[in-house]
Nanobody, 126 residues
């Protein structure tokens, strides 16, 4: 089992940047694929990006792939999401999630993830 906690959210002006962190506690962090999802008010939770166990394979939603970078440091049990060029439409609660993975890949589907953090609020002002 793994516990996840997100940090790094906050209020930023349009065009600004944020780096979110997802810190994990528990065993065998490197056995988990990690995904980031976001949920805006009144909308369903949606996929943002994901990274495989090794960090070699990364996946992005089309809406963020030119402005976001996901990375992980398995020695620190942490995954990072660097977001640049933020716009008000990016305002949401951002969640990280972990999926037990038997291969070096990650899923974009919510149902694939077993463990979720409580989320961190990102607010982009215009």
């Amino acid at each position: 089992q793994v516990q996840l906690v997100e940090s790094g959210g906050g209020l930023v002006q349009a065009g600004g940047s944020l780096r979110l962190s997802c810190a994990a506690s528990g065993r065998a962090f490197s056995n988990y694929a990690i995904g980031w999802f976001r949920q805006a008010p009144g909308k369903e939770r949606e996929f943002v990006t994901a990274i495989s166990r090794s960090g070699i394979n990364t996946y992005y939603a089309d809406s963020v792939k030119d402005r976001s970078t996901i990375s992980r440091d398995n020695a620190k049990n942490t995954v990072y999401l660097q977001m640049n060029g933020l716009i008000p439409e990016h305002t949401a609660v951002y969640y990280c999630a972990a999926a037990v993975s038997d291969g070096d890949y990650a899923s974009a589907f919510l149902d694939a993830y077993d463990y979720w953090g409580p989320g961190t609020q990102v607010t982009v002002s215009s």
